[in-house]
């Protein structure tokens, strides 16, 4: 029954590796997010999707790519993975309107 | 553009006594308001939001925040606290704008202590 899913919960990984985090929502909600949390706990926002369409692209390096396959759907792939990647991605939804966001419970991404 | 200033990075409290989370906003169009709650290897969960209407807004688990136009603030309140309160909460500000994007504080993180 979770609403907005995410997997893996944890990943580690070597530098230069390749590594995609999944994200999931059931809530029927129209626009899909993803947020990066550093170690000082600020979150920023790096994508967003309204309805497969790519609507915000904040500036994060070309090697992370999101996809979203459907409306329910919104995948972060990154490649050639760096030591300032390390931090905890998480995914969110919104329905139309100011409802506020519904958050996946993260992905901690450890690269050494 | 919009952005949110959270003036205390830790607030220690003793368990039963009140206390204020210090959120302020500055925006050069209407905002809308939250406040976000983020419990330790957890996601962020919505605990109050001023859209429009009444300036006090009521939350879930006791919290309440109040709308100070005129202060550019949205402070977040309990009147007692209990250990479960201990966690990160977040004030987050939107314009409504294009993909309903949210400028997130940098957190407060609240200690209660028994």
């Known amino acids: 029954d979770t609403a907005v899913s995410q997997t893996p919960k944890y990943l580690v990984t070597q530098m230069g590796n390749d590594k995609s985090i999944k994200c999931e929502q059931n809530?029927?909600?129209?626009?899909m997010y993803w947020y990066k949390q550093d170690s000082k706990k600020f979150l920023k926002i790096m994508f967003s999707?309204?309805?497969?369409?790519?609507?915000i692209n904040e500036t994060v390096p070309n090697r992370f790519s999101p996809k979203s396959p459907d409306k329910a759907h919104l995948n972060l792939h990154i490649n050639s993975l760096e030591l300032g990647d390390s931090a905890v991605y998480f995914c969110?939804?919104?329905?139309?309107?100011?409802?506020?966001?519904?958050f996946g419970s993260g992905t901690r991404l450890t690269v050494v | 553009a919009q952005s949110v200033t959270q003036l205390d990075s830790q607030v220690p409290v003793f368990e039963e006594a009140p206390v204020e989370l210090r959120c302020n906003y500055s925006?050069?169009?209407?905002?809308?308001l939250f406040w976000y709650v983020q419990y330790p290897n957890q996601g962020l969960q919505l605990l109050l939001k001023?859209?429009?209407?009444?300036?006090l807004v009521k939350g879930i688990n006791g919290f309440e925040a109040e709308f100070n136009k005129s202060q550019t603030s949205f402070h977040l309140r309990k009147p007692s606290v209990h250990i479960s309160d201990t966690a990160e909460y977040f004030c987050?500000?939107?314009?409504?704008?294009?993909?309903?994007?949210?400028?997130f504080g940098t957190g407060t993180s609240l200690t209660v202590i028994p």
């Open positions: 999707y309204n309805n497969k369409e790519l609507i």
């Open positions: 001023y859209l429009s209407g009444s300036t």
């Open positions: 969110a939804s919104s329905p139309p309107g100011l409802y506020g966001y519904t």
């Open positions: 925006s050069s169009v209407s905002v809308y």
């Open positions: 987050a500000v939107s314009d409504g704008g294009t993909g309903n994007q949210f400028y």
């Open positions: 809530l029927g909600h129209d626009t």
